[in-house]
């Protein structure tokens, strides 16, 4: 059970650099003064952002937001120990 117990923390370690790294590598959200006027979602980039790399790591991050929730719960089960 110990053996199993390090696997999955060395998991949630990983998880939790893989967060950091994703989160790090996002553009911010505002869009400043030029974007309330021109407005950004008229625009090539705002309608298809899904599909960018943005759109890729914003798919990422939510996945291992929820891996690191469901591993959170399952490290602090007591498991018998």
Do not use: H, P
């Amino acid at each position: 059970m110990e053996i199993l117990r390090a696997i999955v923390t060395v998991l949630y370690v990983l998880i939790c650099l893989g967060l950091v790294v994703v989160v790090l590598m996002q553009e911010g959200k505002s869009a400043g003064l030029s974007g309330s006027i021109n407005g950004v979602a008229d625009t090539y980039w705002g309608k298809n952002k899904g599909r960018s790399m943005e759109g890729a790591l914003v798919k990422i991050t939510k996945l291992l937001g929820a891996l690191f929730i469901v591993i959170s719960i399952v490290l602090n089960m007591n498991w018998g120990l």
